[in-house]
């Protein structure tokens, strides 16, 4: 079976500051991806970032980047220059390459602070 | 271009009500995938759809829930008899591709099922 882990429940950073939010999978599977989703409050869930397992470099996409450490099932997101925007709530989830639907964690609720 | 998009956006149900949720998924999506997500926590797969086939409804808790894609568009999620444990935010996503490759799920707003 496959899991993810979200450890921290909530966060909070000053705008312009720099936050890192964890996560944790388990999965037998070699062929995976793993996903950023950020949910605002009352908005719709959007994809912040991609990473596929079999690629070494981490994923970047502008203010956000990947700490992906496939030996430790760890994948962690960073936030760079946190804007009051980024307020949201924080889902890690992973595809197995044999399935399609995404797994999810319990998310992290960030709030980015004037 | 739209978006994945939902109806109703809130549903209030008595106990033992059939309700029908609807989702549009982006024109020309192959893939359309139903979420639950209790108050609180990340969603959790229900089914999945390639086209008009539902190739996966590991995730359906009840045979009170049924999903449908009749002509490989839009989709509908039907719960039957409802109960309160099945308040919750049902979520469509709808995806260019089949299942290789982890390609990206687009959602929609979901929509919000009180059963009182």
């Known amino acids: 079976a496959q899991t993810v882990t979200q450890s921290q429940p909530e966060m909070s950073v000053q705008e312009a500051e720099t936050v890192t939010l964890s996560c944790t999978y388990d999965?037998?599977?070699?062929?995976?991806?793993l996903f950023w989703y950020k949910q605002p409050p009352s908005r719709q869930m959007i994809l912040v970032i991609r990473q596929e397992a079999y690629k070494q470099q981490n994923a970047t996409e502008n203010r956000f980047s990947v700490n992906f450490q496939k030996a430790a099932k760890s994948f962690s997101l960073k936030i760079s220059d946190s804007q009051l925007g980024d307020t949201a709530m924080y889902f890690c989830a992973l595809v197995v390459g044999s399935q399609g639907n995404l797994i999810f964690g319990k998310g992290t609720k960030l709030s980015v602070k004037p | 271009g739209a978006g994945v998009s939902q109806s109703p956006r809130y549903k209030v149900a008595k106990r033992g009500q059939d309700v029908a949720l609807r989702c549009d998924p982006i024109s020309g999506h192959v893939s359309l995938f139903w979420y639950q997500q209790a108050l609180g926590q990340g969603p959790e797969f229900l089914t999945y759809?390639?086209?008009?086939?539902?190739?996966?409804k590991s995730g359906l808790p009840s045979d009170r829930f049924f999903a449908e894609r009749p002509e490989g568009s839009v989709s509908t999620l039907k719960i039957q008899r409802t109960q309160q444990e099945d308040s919750a935010v049902y979520l469509c996503a709808s995806s260019l591709f089949g299942l290789a490759k982890g390609h990206e799920q687009y959602f929609g707003p979901g929509t919000r099922l009180t059963v009182t």
């Open positions: 999965t037998s599977e070699n062929n995976y991806y």
């Open positions: 759809f390639q086209n008009e086939a539902q190739l996966d």
